[in-house]
């Protein structure tokens, strides 16, 4: 089984950064594509921004330029950068994870953070 947990949410004023991390943990024998996503109120869940083993991103267009997705393979972690933050990025941002533990490739899900951008 693999772990994702989140941390870095909370709080924010209009204009301003967070920065959400997710660790990986588990009987992980690999991990591929790991991505954010993120669900607003009676909306549905949609990609922020994901990001290849090797380091190929792809954004939301509403978040280009605003953010940024990066990931250390060595310690099994996915950061998102989040600046000029709007109160249209408020939403639950959630990890997504393509690993592989036990002979099993399957994607996986954190338990999602609060991002909250008010004034």
């Known amino acids: 089984q693999v772990q994702l947990v989140e941390s870095g949410g909370g709080l924010v004023q209009p204009g301003g950064s967070l920065r959400l991390s997710c660790a990986a943990s588990?009987?992980?024998?690999?991990?591929?594509?790991m991505g954010w996503y993120r669900q607003a109120p009676g909306k549905q869940r949609d990609l922020v921004a994901a990001?290849?083993?090797?380091?190929?991103?792809n954004y939301a267009d509403s978040v280009k330029g605003r953010f940024t997705i990066s990931r250390d393979n060595a310690k099994n972690t996915v950061y998102l950068q989040m600046n000029s933050l709007k109160p249209e990025d408020t939403a639950v941002y959630y990890c997504?994870?393509?690993?592989?533990?036990?002979?099993?490739?399957?994607?996986?899900w954190g338990q999602g953070t609060q991002v909250t951008v008010s004034a």
């Open positions: 997504n994870a393509e690993a592989t533990a036990n002979s099993v490739t399957r994607f996986y």
């Open positions: 588990g009987s992980i024998f690999s991990i591929g594509t």
């Open positions: 990001i290849t083993k090797g380091g190929f991103t």
